[in-house]
């Protein structure tokens, strides 16, 4: 069972930039399709973006287009999620997970701790 462990969180301010990991241990990630989601306090969880097992296909929700971009290193077992112009609305904990379908929109099936993404004013 893969088991997926987030990383590169933190305090940014408002236009600045940040890249999130995603390791990957226990599985091949190259047999997943990869999302990252993210929870802002008081709200439910969302897709922010999308990538399938061979990186071809990506997916972003309109408000993010442009801003977030996701990437795989199936050799190295990470995912990456570069993150620019960050907005404080983008404050939230980020989660990585894995879909063992190919089509990137559906359930995901393992999940990472999350790592916190605040974004000052």
């Known amino acids: 069972q893969v088991q997926l462990v987030e990383s590169g969180g933190g305090l940014v301010q408002a236009g600045g930039s940040l890249r999130l990991s995603c390791a990957a241990t226990?599985?091949?990630?190259?047999?997943?399709?990869m999302g990252w989601f993210r929870q802002a306090p008081g709200k439910e969880r969302e897709l922010a973006a999308a990538?399938?097992?061979?990186?071809?296909?990506?997916w972003y929700p309109d408000s993010l287009k442009g801003r977030f971009t996701i990437s795989r290193d199936n050799a190295k077992n990470t995912v990456y999620l570069q993150m620019n112009s960050l907005r404080t609305e983008d404050t939230a904990v980020y989660y990585c997970?894995?879909?063992?379908?190919?089509?990137?929109?559906?359930?995901?099936?393992?999940w990472g701790q999350g790592t916190q993404v605040t974004v000052s004013s």
């Open positions: 226990g599985g091949t990630l190259s047999m997943y399709s």
């Open positions: 997970a894995a879909r063992n379908r190919p089509v990137l929109l559906g359930v995901y099936n393992y």
């Open positions: 990538i399938s097992w061979s990186g071809a296909s990506t």
